[in-house]
């Protein structure tokens, strides 16, 4: 079984202010892990995965995030907030092989605020 | 390159009427997921579909809904009778394959009065 457990439901910062979005996963075998944002009205857009390769992740838009296997820990930052990242961000894992391969379990979701 | 279609993008019915909703996949791609995704959450897996047959429907709620694939390219959804509890946004993804990944269309917000 896999879950995912995202921090905060709302996340509020300054612009030009680090953004830390956190997410806890677990899973019985090593996990993918990934990012999605989602603007109103619009589907879901892949920031980053982690796959097994590096731990630590670049994204689109700034984003990065670091995969923590002793924390169960995936959680996403960027060092400056711009306006422009004021939307709604999914946190999701995957398990790669089995009957389950692909299928994606997602967090409940961080609306992250943006201030000028 | 044209992104994940769906349709339409706003449904609203009555309760016991039923209702379907459309998607068509990025060319090529081999994997279709449709999710629902209930206002504050994050979305849920339906079915999963490879080529036509689906792979995974254990989550879908087989009583009222249905799903078909027909020839490996677009699909369709329904419900039917639609019930109060079924509104939410109805969101159609789709890879190449199982473990690539997936691209979101940008859903059918279905509202059931």
């Known amino acids: 079984a896999q879950s995912v457990t995202q921090l905060g439901s709302h996340v509020s910062v300054s612009e030009g202010a680090l953004v830390l979005l956190r997410c806890n996963y677990s899973?019985?075998?090593?996990?993918?892990l990934f990012w999605y944002v989602q603007y109103p009205n619009q589907g879901l857009q892949l920031l980053l995965k982690?796959?097994?390769?590096?731990?630590l992740v670049k994204g689109i838009n700034g984003f990065e995030a670091e995969f923590k296997k002793s924390e169960t820990s995936f959680h996403l930052t960027k060092p400056s907030a711009h306006m422009s990242d004021a939307a709604e961000y999914f946190c999701?894992?995957?398990?790669?092989?089995?009957?389950?391969?692909?299928?994606?379990?997602f967090g409940q979701g961080t609306i992250l605020t943006v201030h000028p | 390159e044209a992104g994940v279609v769906q349709s339409p993008r706003y449904k609203i019915i009555e309760k016991k009427q039923p209702v379907a909703f459309w998607c068509n996949p990025i060319?090529?791609?081999?994997?279709l997921y449709w999710y629902l995704q209930n206002l504050g959450q994050g979305p849920e897996l339906l079915i999963r579909?490879?080529?036509?047959?689906?792979?995974?429907d254990s989550q879908l709620p087989k009583d009222r809904f249905s799903a078909e694939r027909l020839k490996g390219v677009d699909s369709t959804l329904k419900i039917q009778p639609a019930e109060l509890g079924d509104s939410a946004v109805y969101l159609c993804?789709?890879?190449?394959?199982?473990?690539?990944?997936?691209?979101f269309g940008p859903g059918t917000r279905l509202t059931v009065l």
């Open positions: 993804a789709s890879s190449l394959a199982g473990w690539d990944e997936q691209f």
């Open positions: 899973s019985s075998v090593p996990p993918y």
């Open positions: 982690y796959t097994s390769a590096a731990t």
């Open positions: 999701a894992v995957s398990t790669p092989g089995g009957t389950s391969y692909g299928k994606l379990t």
């Open positions: 060319s090529g791609h081999n994997t």
């Open positions: 579909y490879e080529n036509e047959e689906a792979v995974d």
